[in-house]
């Protein structure tokens, strides 16, 4: 990958950060270098003194298996929300979703999604949702998730080569 040609596209969602919409779907048809541009925005946003949470699709649903993707309950409130994914989700200046949709869906996934939706649409906090899904894809899954955040977003679709395949050796013997 030319580093210059990814700087490019750093920069260009470090651009799009201020745009008016709470949602910001950043779509890639390769899996190569998504979360590590994702990873320069959230130090730009960093830098200038916000509150950002990140978490990807696999923590979050290994949260909700293990029971610990749940609101403070009243004798802890005095522990900060960043101890508890959803609160953190909910609340933060930034929120930061990588790898949307990158495994299995259940009711209580879709419940829990809703509610930080939900959330941060009300106070309207901006979301980037990171995805390797197609804007097609995206439109199929959950029509309540996909019609809240459809609502308000900006959908920016990256393409190029799969460095990865690039760089794969195919020997026969």
Partial sequence: ???KFLQSRIDTLIGMIDDERKFLVIMWDTWVWKTYAVK?????????????????????????????????APEDWGTPYSYYPLEAMARYDYAVFDDFWSSWVTEAYIEK???????????????IITTNLSKEKFDKF????????SENALFITFTWDDLRKKTTQFISL
């Fill in 142 to 149: 959950e029509a309540r998730i996909v019609s809240r955040i």
């Fill in 113 to 127: 999604m809703l509610y930080w939706i939900n959330a941060r649409m009300e106070k309207w906090l901006k979301t």
């Fill in 1 to 3: 990958m030319d580093t």
């Fill in 40 to 72: 320069q925005v959230v130090q730009h946003i960093q830098n200038r003194d916000k509150r950002i949470y990140m978490i990807d699709d696999p923590t979050r649903k290994a949260h909700l298996s293990s029971q610990n993707l749940k609101l403070r």
